[in-house]
């Protein structure tokens, strides 16, 4: 499916990007540096779509949270 946006550009939307497991050993390595710098880390499982689906089938992929200062989350 292809968009019109503000009539100049286009952008091509695909509804039927499937969920990708991130990267095993990527998640341990972020989990040890962490650990190393004494950063808490909560895993979480996110349903929200995110570019790591796309990217996740052709390379190795994690995302990481990071919580706002103060835990303030302004896009809610």
């Known amino acids: 499916m ?3 946006i503000i009539g100049t550009k286009s ?3 695909s509804p039927h990007v499937k969920p ?8 341990h390595l972020v989990r ?5 710098k004494n950063i808490s880390y909560q895993d979480i ?3 929200a779509g995110h570019d790591a689906q796309v990217f996740g089938t052709m ?3 994690c ?4 919580p706002s ?3 303030n989350q302004p896009l809610t």
Request: hydrophobic share 45%; net charge negative; aromatic share 4%.
């Open 2 to 4: 292809t968009k019109s």
């Open 11 to 13: 952008l091509v939307v």
């Open 20 to 27: 990708v497991e991130m990267d095993v050993e990527m998640n």
């Open 32 to 36: 040890k540096i962490a650990d190393e």
């Open 45 to 47: 499982v996110s349903g």
């Open 59 to 61: 390379c190795p992929t």
């Open 63 to 66: 995302l990481l949270f990071v």
């Open 69 to 71: 200062q103060g835990g």
